[in-house]
């Protein structure tokens, strides 16, 4: 377990809704090493939105232990969490969540506001952000401007804009048809395989998960299924 | 889009409610203006009874006979109009020399008989009163107005409402000079003529109504005790056919407003409703911005940045918000001046926009827009990024 890259040790998490505590993951383990392409699956419920949740510092667990590129993410603080998803983490969500006011670029600059780049180094970042995603030519459109495809491409480069380590994507593909879902994963499989980019993609589609080296099934908190994928 | 249209529309309310905050104070600075300028050395010397009780022109001697009073001049309303009833606008009858003397600092007589102007127009204006009883002086208001559009040399004929002539026609006057207010609170769309002309025609039975005064206004002389000298002549008449109450001019002018049910706090207290129920609107339509922004700042939360961010942006949207509105009521307000002065006639005629009316305006928008933003954007910093992306708005 030492040279992984994203480690959880005997995590817990609970969530208490309506009156009733669920228990989520109990005395959880998981182990990925770097530039490593983990696809999780599993029913709803299963813990797997938790656990990018958890690896993402976008929540706390309850007891044990989460770090990424050896930073204990479990141990910090909600006032240095910010800090850090900023600069190790990339998001990349199901409905993409772009601001609807911005510009595809802005969109990609936003994450780079908080980095130490001048204005013309984050314009420069961002456009070689979306060229990697191959929308350079879409640049100062607004997403209601865009396609499906195109606005989880510029979610994706907006999740590399700042170089992180890791980049966590939700259900990257739920709300797009086969055609743009396939562009969206050649994609991140050229992050993973071209750039080293660790990548942590929860996904209910099963040709989205053969697009990944390791395939994690999950089943009310339990690791069912661990597998290395052939061909990936 | 739906945000374009909401803000939009917060835009419009918040213009109104600057207007209506302008207008209103507007109005009640108008009203009090006229008490800020009046004479505290000056007195008004009216019937015990009622205002509209005239006094009798027998106390004019007595009264320039009290220690103190330096001249006095009878004041009393003729109301009368012009061709039309809509046509209407104040007339005195005074005792010209004397009201003259007395308001040297008040008016300035810009132009007598035969186009004298400058200091020699008072003495010309002086000459034409004596020469002739139906002379009159009008201000440049009357001058201007195009419904009037009276010169000097003009005979105006006014249809009286109180006394009505014998032959059932019009009262004639000549103009003989214009003069213009140095006091904000003195209109200029009066006209003044002589006392004994009217009080002559009803001798004569030229006309009816009863010889009198109306009130006095007495100018006292410097240093004198003014209430001491105003107690002096009400125990005079107390005996007499009519009591009196001689009250300074500020006091009577405060009297003509108070006597309009305190408008001032009737305007405060319903402006001040409207305002506040439209301010409270802002802030409710802002809060529903910030809840359908719950997303965007988990979005924000997850990009790495703090939640004090979301907040601060809702706090700059309303302040922004709130002074693009706030300016344009400003512009509205500044814009419709001469309008509303219009409008308003003669019951407020000193209806301004001031700067500090602009200055309150403005921060009146800033810190509605920064209450609007922090009720909106301060639940934001209860959020988890997870529960903030959750929200669906």
Known sequence: MTDAFIVLENVSKRYSRGGETLQVLDEFNLSIPESDFVALMGPSGSGKTTILNLVGGLDSCDSGVVTVAGAPVSAMSRRELPAWRSRHVGFVFQSFNLLPVLTAQENVMLPLQLTPLSGPERRQQAEFALDIVGLSDRATHRPTQLSGGEEQRVAIARAIATDPDVIIADEPTGDLDRKSADGVLEILARLNSELGKTILMVTHDPLAAKKARRLLELDKGVLVEDQLQEGA | ?393
């Open chain 2, 1 to 393: 889009m739906a945000r374009k249209t909401r803000n939009g529309l917060t835009v419009v309310s918040i213009s109104v409610a600057v207007f209506l905050l302008c207008f209103l104070i507007g109005i009640v600075q108008g009203l009090e203006a006229s008490v800020r300028s009046a004479s505290a050395t000056r007195l008004v010397t009216q019937s015990a009874v009622s205002l509209f009780v005239s006094l009798p022109t027998s106390y004019q001697q007595k009264i320039d006979s009290v220690d103190g009073v330096y001249l006095s001049t009878k004041f009393r309303w003729f109301g009368a109009y012009y061709q039309e009833r809509e046509n209407f606008f104040a007339q005195f009858a005074v005792d010209p020399n004397r009201f003259l003397d007395m308001y040297t600092k008040d008016i300035e007589i810009l132009e007598g008989p035969d186009g004298i102007t400058g200091p020699e127009a008072r003495v010309a204006v002086q000459k034409a009163f004596a020469s002739d009883r139906r002379a009159a002086i009008i201000g440049t208001g009357l001058r201007d107005d195009e419904r009037y559009g009276f010169r000097i040399g003009d005979t105006v004929p006014l249809i009286p409402l109180l006394y009505q002539r014998a032959d059932g026609g019009a009262w004639d006057f000549v103009i003989v000079g214009y003069y213009q207010p140095l006091k904000e609170r003195i209109p200029d769309t009066t006209m003044y003529f002589r006392a004994d002309y009217l009080n002559e025609a009803f001798e004569s039975g030229e006309a009816y109504g009863d010889i009198a005064a109306g009130v006095y206004y007495i100018n006292t002389l410097d240093n004198a005790p003014v209430e001491q000298v105003a107690e002096e002549i009400d125990e005079m008449f107390a005996n007499g056919p009519q009591r009196t109450q001689t009250i300074t001019e500020a006091a009577f002018a405060s009297f003509f407003i108070s006597a309009m049910g305190n408008l001032p706090l009737f305007l405060g207290t319903i402006g001040g409703a409207v305002l506040f129920s439209i301010f409270f609107s802002v802030v409710n339509t802002m809060m529903i911005s910030g809840r359908q922004r719950i997303q965007e700042a988990g979005i924000l939360q997850a990009l790495g940045f703090r939640p004090i961010t979301s907040t601060l942006l809702l706090i700059y949207e309303g302040l922004l918000i709130s002074l693009i509105g706030g300016g344009c009521g400003i512009v509205l307000a500044v814009t419709t001046e001469g309008l509303m002065i219009r409008m308003l006639g003669e019951s407020i005629r000193n209806y301004h926009v001031t700067p500090d009316m602009v200055m309150l305006a403005v921060a009146t928008s800033s810190i509605l827009g920064i209450v609007a933003g922090l009720a909106a954007g301060l639940p934001f910093l209860r959020y988890r990024p997870t529960e903030a992306l959750r929200s669906i708005g």
